[in-house]
């Protein structure tokens, strides 16, 4: 048991009163990044990087910057879920799929419960990740690099497939909002090609519709409108503000045991591909929804809705390091962020880093550990006062909250037309609402229809053409079958019982 | 860390005694912005980053230097921006291969002489690698072996499209008459990962991308696309420094190309403000950490600044104008 005893080792070198105080400013400022929208992790994590350089030449010191900056990876992924379950905005791309069923649940006053359920189940999925990279770390690190172009838009299609059926929408709705999502994703630089497409001539549009602006308005924006409409007032006062929620939540959530280990595996599998932890959240949700007993009420303020994206999201989020550190393949931004330190460290991350900077590494993974720790302590603390927010009266939270998402849409890229893009699709997002169009659907083609259709036209450039390199070797055969399995489930369980009804 | 104090003093005392800073009257009175027209994580992004942790590490500057990443368009965004503020001297931009590639790529209007060179901080080299279980040991037996197998048969992977890597595989087709298949893909280190796992069958990445899986034995560099070796004869693997790698011209592939890492400023910005970012570059090249960052990627240190550092760029662009046109690259050709 060699891990056991370089984790041991690992953990001597990450509890040093030092990194500890590292550890919970790191997480604490996760938090914040993770909350305030536009400000992402890579965002926060490239803000100190420069001031962990100093910190790394020290004796141990690129230990202690890497945990710092890693906690606040930890601190950001915990903090995306508290607005999207508050305020039905989230905070990071990852937490999108977190507001469907605790934005619901906020409304019906079981924020603390929808709160506890999201960091908890962002704790699990984070350990059970780190356990996995503690031991199996040299067996599925080789892992990503079965993955080709084929492999990777089999990935997408799977991401896409498994989350299609899942609005309570007719079908040619989720259609027609998915294709728009393709459509705005197509804005912007084609990385096949070289050359611009849909920009009009606007220099604005060059770089596309940044993701984040785009939820910000769709959710943040287009939620105050209709909350405007309907009457000044927030539905979620009735919040319980004590710690007993806590422990009422940790009750129950044992009974979702089934759907944490698919979306830890879900995340884990995304995680390690590496694609990342936004299709990660998305496809767990889906995948739960599809197979949960409860799945037809999904949407409503199911507590598993919350559990499902959470759990892979963190999973992800945490596995997503592997690829990093293994092979130099960044799962994330916040981790292609967290590449470059490693860089500028004189840390050289690939197949030999397990090797040659075994305290790092093991630091580094104990730190995870502890990270997660100190992470779940500072959120679950501050539930109470997190829900207490819903009490500040919406004349006043309302602007605060407007105030805050154009900050954040003018961050993502320090632009004013972001603001008004912000706008823009604040008025979308209101308008879909009201003529019940599914926002998910859009949103998902928003963040991954570029990777899909990159993934997918480096495929074709490969096979010159032919399809059939989609079902070119086992893994992504499988994957490819499990795809369209999945898109045409309900068709297929309806044959299936019709062919049982049959002999009875 | 006292060697690199007294470097840094004396690097700071040799600025302050040569003739061309003492005429530096000016200096940033709010923090520079330090535009990166490329995203997060890739090669100039972390020399930027680098250069700002240099900077503040030794206290360089009274100010401090925020890079921010304008990736979109290819880079356009970030050029764009430079352009737009003329005359704010606390604006700097780093520049890859983009500054030429991309105007002539996508028609965006701009051009390096919008803008104001200040300083080459280093040249990034190229190098051929293919996958160490292939039994190619140099450029012509693979070079070969892709005439063989038919054009469009053999996979060469890239950053970008229509940009450095792809342009030297253009270039390799055009001297020695192969046809590759290019895949672009968003970055280098996937590039590498890719010729790893067998997806593409070469790439043409620079030696800090690849440099990993060549340690771990799974990459073999064929040839440097420079004129001269790469000065490093450390081992970086068992038997091989960046040194053994020969040039590709030596091989018979007479092709040479190396990537800009150079420093920009607005339009119409003062001479002072050009000496200032001069003078702090000067400091942060004669750092320790400097020097560490070059040895670790095998840059071509090649550092110039004012005219000859324009020439050097004006020479630049007309050979990328050259070799984009006869590849087709050209927005509108």
């Known amino acids: 048991m060699d891990e056991i005893q370089s984790l041991w080792h690992g953990f001597g070198v990450a509890l040093s009163p030092t990194n500890i105080a590292l550890m919970f400013t790191g997480v604490i400022l996760g938090v914040i990044i993770g909350v305030l929208p536009g400000l992402g992790g890579a965002n926060g994590v490239a803000i100190l990087l420069p001031l962990t350089f100093g910190m790394a030449q020290t004796p141990g010191g690129a230990t202690s910057a890497i945990i710092l900056l890693s906690c606040i990876y930890w601190g950001a992924l915990f903090g995306g879920a508290i607005t999207s379950i508050l305020f039905n905005i989230p905070g990071e791309p990852w937490s999108v799929a977190t507001t469907f069923d605790g934005y619901p649940m906020a409304q019906q006053g079981q924020a603390g419960r929808a709160l506890t359920a999201a960091f908890t189940s962002s704790f699990v999925g984070a350990f059970l990740a780190v356990v996995m990279i503690t031991f199996l770390s040299p067996v599925v690190a080789g892992f990503a690099l079965a993955f080709g172009p084929p492999e990777y838009f089999a990935v997408y299609l799977l991401t896409f497939c498994a989350f299609i059926g899942t609005s309570k929408e007719p079908p040619f709705k989720t259609l027609a909002a998915m294709m728009l999502g393709f459509a705005l994703a197509a804005v912007g630089t084609d990385t096949v090609t070289g050359t611009l497409r849909l920009t009009f001539g606007s220099t604005h549009l060059l770089t596309g519709f940044d993701f984040l602006v785009a939820v910000i308005g769709l959710f943040g924006i287009g939620e105050i409108l209709l909350t405007l409409e309907e009457g000044l007032e927030f539905r979620g006062t009735k919040a319980k503000l004590n710690m007993r929620v806590v422990l009422e939540t940790w009750r129950e959530l044992p009974r979702y045991w089934l759907t944490s280990v698919r979306s830890t595996l879900v995340g884990c599998f995304m995680g390690i591909v590496p694609g990342g932890a936004t299709p990660a959240s998305f496809m767990s949700y889906g995948v739960a929804r599809r197979f949960s007993p409860d799945g037809a009420k999904f949407g409503t303020g199911k507590i598993e809705g919350v559990v499902a994206p959470e759990t892979a999201a963190h999973a992800a989020g945490t596995s997503a390091l592997l690829p990093m550190l293994t092979l130099g393949v960044p799962g994330s931004p916040t981790a292609a962020v967290l590449l470059g330190g490693l860089m500028i460290w004189g840390l050289q991350p690939g197949p030999l880093l397990f090797v040659e900077q075994k305290d790092f590494v093991w630091g580094l993974i104990a730190s995870m550990y502890l990270g997660n720790i100190a992470g779940l302590i500072v959120v679950l603390t501050c539930v109470p006062l997190f829900a207490a927010i819903l009490r500040v009266p919406f004349s006043i939270i309302a602007p605060i909250i407007i105030v805050i998402c154009a900050i954040g849409s003018f961050t993502v890229k320090n632009a004013m037309f972001d603001i008004w893009m912000m706008v823009v699709f604040g008025i979308l997002g209101y308008l879909f609402k009201k003529l019940q169009y599914p926002l998910a659907p859009l949103v998902l083609a928003i963040v991954l229809g570029d990777n899909a259709e990159s993934a997918f036209r480096q495929a074709m450039l490969m096979s010159q053409g032919d399809l059939s390199i989609l079902f070119a070797n086992t893994l992504v055969g499988t994957m490819t079958t499990l795809a369209l399995v999945l898109l045409f489930w309900p068709m297929i369980s309806a044959l299936l019982a019709k062919l049982r009804g049959k002999p009875g | ?333």
């Not at chain 2, 997060?40 to 972390?46: F, K, L, M, R």
């Not at chain 2, 942790?53 to 030794?58: C, E, L, N, Q, W």
């Not at chain 2, 803008?115 to 051929?128: G, I, R």
């Not at chain 2, 450390?234 to 030596?250: G, L």
């Open chain 2, 1 to 333: 860390m006292k060697t690199s104090i007294a470097l840094a003093v004396s690097a700071a005392f040799a600025a302050v005694l040569s003739p061309a800073v003492q005429a530096q009257t000016w200096e940033p009175t709010k923090n520079v912005e330090f535009i990166i027209p490329a995203g997060t994580g890739g090669g100039a992004d972390q020399m930027a980053r680098a250069v700002q942790g240099i900077v503040a590490k030794h206290g360089l500057m009274k100010q401090s230097i925020l890079p921010i990443n304008k990736a979109g368009g290819a880079g356009a965004e970030g050029f764009l921006d430079v352009k737009n503020a003329a005359g704010d001297p606390h604006k700097i931009i780093i520049t890859l291969s983009n500054l030429f590639t991309t105007p002539l790529a996508t028609g965006v209007p701009f051009n390096w002489r919008d803008l104001t060179p200040v300083q080459m901080l280093a040249l990034d080299n190229f190098v051929l690698w293919v996958n160490s279980k292939t039994t190619y040991k140099t450029p012509k037996e693979y070079l070969d072996a892709v005439k063989k197998a038919g054009p469009g048969k053999l996979r060469m992977g890239g950053t970008g499209a229509k940009q450095e890597d792809q342009i030297i595989t253009a270039a390799i087709e055009q001297r020695t008459g192969v046809k590759f298949t290019y895949i672009p893909f968003k970055g280098g280190g996937a590039v590498a990962t890719q010729l790893v796992g067998g997806h593409v069958d070469s790439t043409v990445n620079n030696p800090i991308e690849a440099v990993a899986q060549w340690r771990a034995g799974s990459l073999r560099p064929l040839c440097v696309f420079d004129t001269q070796r790469m000065p490093y004869k450390e081992k970086v693997t068992k038997d091989m420094s960046w040194y053994d790698i020969p040039t590709c011209k030596s091989t018979g592939l007479d092709i040479d190309y190396l990537m800009l890492r150079g420093v920009f400023m607005a339009p119409g910005v003062k001479p002072e403000h050009v000496n200032y970012y001069t003078g702090l570059f000067a400091k942060v090249m004669a750092t320790p950490e400097w020097r560490k960052l070059m040895e670790d990627g095998a840059f071509n240190t090649t550092a110039l600044k004012g005219k000859e550092y324009a020439d050097w760029v004006a020479r630049e662009e007309a050979r990328h104008v050259s070799l984009m046109k006869a590849a087709g690259f050209i927005a509108g050709q």
